[in-house]
T-cell receptor
Framework: DTGVSQDPRHKITKRGQNVTFRCDPI?????LYWYRQTLGQGPEFLTY????????KSRLLSDRFSAERPKGSFSTLEIQRTEQGDSAMYLCASSSQGAPYEQYFGPGTRLTVT | GENVEQHPSTLSVQEGDSAVIKCTYS??????FPWYKQELGKRPQLIID?????GEKKDQRIAVTLNKTAKHFSLHITETQPEDSAVYFCAASGWDGGSQGNLIFGKGTKLSVKP
């Protein structure tokens, strides 16, 4: 499968724990985006990387959230001290230099905070 | 910032009928408008998009129209089939070739096509 991949697909954690998700974009894509989707809503933008540079962050991204893309390939999203309100599907998308508009999504990581 | 409104929230049609989903946006700087289809438990899938220098685009049974003056765009699906049943999301982006590019999504339309 040469599409965007995410790991894990599901994560159940207790409130207060830290979690980390991984996204592997399509190999030639230099742009990578993180979104959050709750039930019955459209995806909400969290943050965006061009190569290894984090160029934009939503105000939704509180200081408990941090994202990295150290070598301009895969990215990680970490949530510290999780809260029940963090329960959501976390989606990653990527786009290429040649077609920067077109974002292709991964299958998502479903986070449940108990 | 940009705000995208999408209507209707649910839409039920008979197989073979047409379906139309409408979206409005608030930021006149937005210039890219994609539509995504999301089946239950699956990733959003890009099905068609349109840029602000184009008024209409068609791909087989799917078409999208854009009215920049009124700031609204629509998805048209003709000859609907049961496999078209899914949630459809519109989105807008103010891509300027630089740091922007994040998509602002509508809340989605659940389309049901009855055989």
């Amino acid at each position: 499968d040469t599409g965007v991949s995410q790991d894990p697909r599901h994560k159940i954690t207790k409130r207060g724990q830290n979690v980390t998700f991984r996204c592997d974009p399509i190999s030639e894509h230099n742009r990578l985006y993180w979104y959050r989707q709750t039930l019955g809503q459209g995806p909400e933008f969290l943050t965006y990387f061009q190569n290894e540079a984090q160029l934009e962050k939503s105000r939704l991204l509180s200081d408990r959230f941090s994202a990295e893309r150290p070598k301009g390939s895969f990215s990680t999203l970490e949530i510290q001290r999780t809260e029940q309100g963090d329960s959501a599907m976390y989606l990653c998308a990527s786009s290429s230099q040649g077609a920067p508009y077109e974002q292709y999504f991964g299958p998502g990581t479903r986070l449940t905070v108990t | 910032g940009e705000n995208v409104e999408q209507h209707p929230s649910t839409l039920s049609v008979q197989e073979g009928d047409s379906a139309v989903i409408k979206c409005t946006y608030s930021d006149s700087a937005s210039n890219y408008f994609p539509w995504y289809k999301q089946e239950l438990g699956k990733r959003p899938q890009l099905i068609i998009d349109i840029r602000s220098n184009v008024g209409e685009k068609k791909d087989q049974r799917i078409a999208v129209t854009l009215n920049k003056t009124a700031k609204h765009f629509s998805l048209h699906i003709t000859e609907t089939q049961p496999e078209d049943s899914a949630v459809y999301f519109c989105a807008a982006s103010g891509w300027d070739g630089g740091s922007q590019g994040n998509l602002i999504f509508g809340k989605g339309t659940k389309l049901s096509v009855k055989p």
